[in-house]
């Protein structure tokens, strides 16, 4: 391979990275959520449109990515929960309060400490399809068992939002093996990343799952591990996982701003 495509193909890919940030990444190769699976999904508004992804971690906070609600105006943020259908909003909306996002987080190409939780102004009230997501001790990390991503984004790279909740397996990739395919493009993978994917590829986030969940299963029970943060595009490219913040990693942050 000459040095005009290998630089040819960095530029292209780093381009994709980039635009992933901009469209906040959604899911491809999934399948529709039940109503009730994930009681603790919510979708995240910015002036009342769809823009991220999030999960409920107790009645008065959710859990997000960091540049989902970087450099914007907090009064504008509010959630839809209890739902998995996008269309027409039916679940119940609730105005955010307050924003807090890592004070370490770098929205460069590698989005370091890309972590944030909201505040809602009204308390949630917890039933069958509005509950919170379990969180991991501080040192707890992935094993070989399935994980799970959920989001209403695109189904394919280039596509449309999906109107109802998407969900899709992948597997935990161990960060020196993300890291050296990352790596080639100047992307560093962190101790406070976690990466997963499938070996065959064509299944992952794309453009607009954002600040979504990673979790993990006991039956009918979820612990959250990590936070959706990016991934390489086209949406499921064979070879590259895609990234989360962990959650485990930041366990402490977030007790000390929400107690749970």
């Given at each position: 391979m000459n040095l005009f495509l290998i630089l040819?193909?960095?530029?292209?890919?780093?381009?994709?990275?980039?635009?992933?940030?901009?469209?906040?990444?959604?899911?491809?190769?999934?399948?529709?959520?039940?109503?009730?699976?994930?009681?603790?999904?919510?979708?995240?508004?910015?002036?009342?449109?769809?823009?991220?992804?999030?999960?409920?971690?107790?009645?008065?906070?959710?859990?997000?990515?960091?540049?989902?609600?970087?450099?914007?105006?907090?009064?504008?943020?509010?959630?839809?929960?209890?739902?998995?259908?996008?269309?027409?909003?039916?679940?119940?909306?609730?105005?955010?309060?307050?924003?807090?996002y890592h004070d370490m987080f770098l929205p460069s190409k590698n989005l370091v400490n890309d972590i944030a939780l909201l505040r809602l102004s009204i308390a949630l009230e917890f039933n069958k399809v509005t509950r919170p997501v379990a969180l991991p001790h501080p040192d707890e990390t992935p094993d070989e068992r399935p994980l799970v991503i959920m989001g209403w984004g695109y189904n394919i790279y280039k596509g449309h939002p999906m109107e109802r909740l998407q969900q899709a397996t992948l597997y935990h990739v161990p960060n020196d093996v993300c890291a050296a395919t990352y790596g080639m493009f100047s992307i560093h993978i962190l101790a406070n990343n976690i990466c997963a994917g499938t070996p065959g590829g064509g299944i992952g986030q794309c453009t607009g799952d954002s600040g979504g969940p990673l979790v993990s299963s006991k039956g009918n029970n979820y612990t959250q591990l990590g936070v959706i943060s990016f991934s390489a595009k086209p949406c499921g490219i064979l070879g590259f996982a895609g990234v989360f913040t962990s959650v485990a990693y930041f366990r402490d942050w977030i007790f000390n701003i929400t107690s749970v």
């Open positions: 040819s193909l960095t530029f292209l890919f780093i381009r994709a990275i980039e635009c992933s940030r901009r469209n906040r990444i959604r899911i491809v190769g999934g399948s529709d959520a039940a109503s009730g699976h994930f009681p603790f999904m919510v979708a995240v508004l910015y002036k009342r449109l769809f823009t991220c992804g999030g999960s409920i971690i107790s009645a008065e906070w959710v859990l997000t990515a960091a540049h989902c609600v970087y450099n914007r105006n907090s009064s504008s943020f509010s959630i839809i929960s209890g739902t998995v259908e996008l269309d027409g909003y039916s679940g119940d909306e609730n105005p955010i309060s307050q924003v807090i």
